[in-house]
């Protein structure tokens, strides 16, 4: 068996479609997936990426990615990378491609100067749980995630512009 790591094109778009609503589907989030292919395509490689995508290969079929870009820590002054969606199709899992795949962005991480590496997993995700924390991840439980998005992102972006008094 062997594994390898690629780093994704454009003709890998409906791979990674596909591989992005396998995950949701693991995920119970189907319903969520909202994207359009071509939208998508110019987001991940259009004249200003938004993100990367690695995939990980068993014996040269694709069973894997990993999505992720860069972030800032202001405290660091330095970037690090924040891996948006990692999965493996459940025929390839503890095969050690998610290892393989982690280790490639923390060998980016480390390439590209950053000061870490990290990610959000579903507090439901037991085997994820265990499986990051046996790479030495740890929780940072201090932190919340917010998010603003749909209707009151919407909101919040009409309001850019007015002065505090009128906020």
């Known amino acids: 068996m062997t594994i390898s790591i690629r780093a994704a094109s454009a003709a890998d778009i409906s791979l990674i479609a596909e591989l992005i609503r396998a ?64 999965f493996v199709k459940p025929e390839a899992r503890g095969s050690g491609l998610g290892k393989a795949l982690l280790s490639h962005l923390a060998a980016l991480a480390v390439e590209r100067d950053c000061a870490r590496l990290e990610w959000s997993v579903l507090d439901w995700n037991e085997p994820a749980i265990g499986f ?22 919407q909101q919040l972006g009409a309001n850019a512009g007015n002065s505090v008094e009128n906020a």
């Open 132 to 153: 990051y924390r046996s790479l030495g991840a740890r929780f940072m439980d201090e932190w919340t995630v917010m998010r603003v998005d749909g209707p009151a992102l």
């Open 23 to 86: 995950l949701a589907e693991y995920e119970k989030l189907a319903h969520e997936v909202r994207f359009d292919e071509a939208v998508l395509e110019a987001k991940l490689f259009g004249p200003r990426p938004y993100a990367e995508v690695i995939i990980g290969e068993i014996d040269g079929k694709a069973q894997g990615f990993a999505l992720f870009f860069h972030n800032f820590s202001t405290f660091e002054g330095k970037p690090g990378i924040y891996l948006e969606d990692l």
